[in-house]
């Protein structure tokens, strides 16, 4: 199972766009890329998943580097309702593997 | 379409107890992972059934065990409840399990807290 780095904290002021960074070097040329988000006291739910080109879907944009050894999760306009931590997990199959994530702070 | 449950959502055990947790899945889901979340482990795999036959198992002891029925819900048990067990217990459904092709999303449920005394 490929490990994962994030920041533990960013901070992003509301409707401004966010960055979220994730190395993930060990990744298996099968792994998709898999964000999750946690809010507080809720359980993890999906946000967008990649392979190999960038995606993009209502929630956010998702930003695969060439090598697939790091990828880039892109907030376009963050809300008050993002406030969450945010889990990048590289993988295939259902048994995931959850670093500590980068818990996102929405300054109103 | 109805979420993921799970029952009970707050439990309060006293150590040496056993528990049992129980979670139903999406309709039409047939897979069933359960995690485990506390303060200093973060979110981890505990296992995962799928058509009543555990898949995948984490890196927990045999006190942690579970089962699936024919209905695809899904229970798991903490025999000789420890301290250390008091966690968030999520589980997760999906319709695809490991090893299938295809994307699979996991759908999470809100979780059972358990606090064991």
């Known amino acids: 199972d490929a490990k994962t780095t994030q920041p533990n904290s960013m901070e992003s002021n509301e409707e401004e766009p966010v960055h979220l960074p994730c190395n993930h070097s060990t990744i298996s040329g099968t792994d998709y890329i898999h964000w999750y988000r946690q809010l507080p006291s809720q359980g993890p739910e999906y946000v967008i998943h990649?392979?190999?080109s960038n995606v993009n879907n209502r929630m956010a944009s998702l930003a695969i580097a060439e090598d697939r050894k790091s990828s880039t999760l892109i907030l376009h306009r963050a809300t008050l309702r993002d406030a969450a931590v945010y889990y990048c997990i590289p993988g295939t199959g259902n048994q995931f593997y959850f670093g500590t994530g980068t818990s996102l702070t929405v300054i109103p | 379409k109805a979420g993921v449950t799970q029952t009970p959502r707050y439990l309060i055990k006293t150590r040496g107890q056993q528990v049992t947790l129980s979670c139903s899945p999406i309709s039409g889901h047939r897979s069933v992972s359960w995690y485990q979340q506390t303060p200093g482990q973060g979110l981890q795999f505990l296992f995962e059934?799928?058509?009543?036959?555990?898949?995948n198992k984490g890196n927990f002891p045999g006190r942690f065990s579970g089962r699936q029925f024919s209905n695809s819900r899904s229970e798991m048990n903490v025999s000789t409840l420890e301290l250390g067990d008091s966690a968030l217990y999520l589980c997760?459904?999906?319709?695809?399990?490991?090893?299938?092709?295809?994307?699979?999303?996991?759908?999470f449920g809100p979780g059972t807290r358990l606090t064991v005394l």
């Open positions: 997760a459904s999906s319709l695809l399990s490991t090893g299938l092709a295809g994307y699979n999303e996991q759908f």
């Open positions: 990649g392979l190999t």
């Open positions: 059934y799928f058509s009543e036959t555990q898949r």
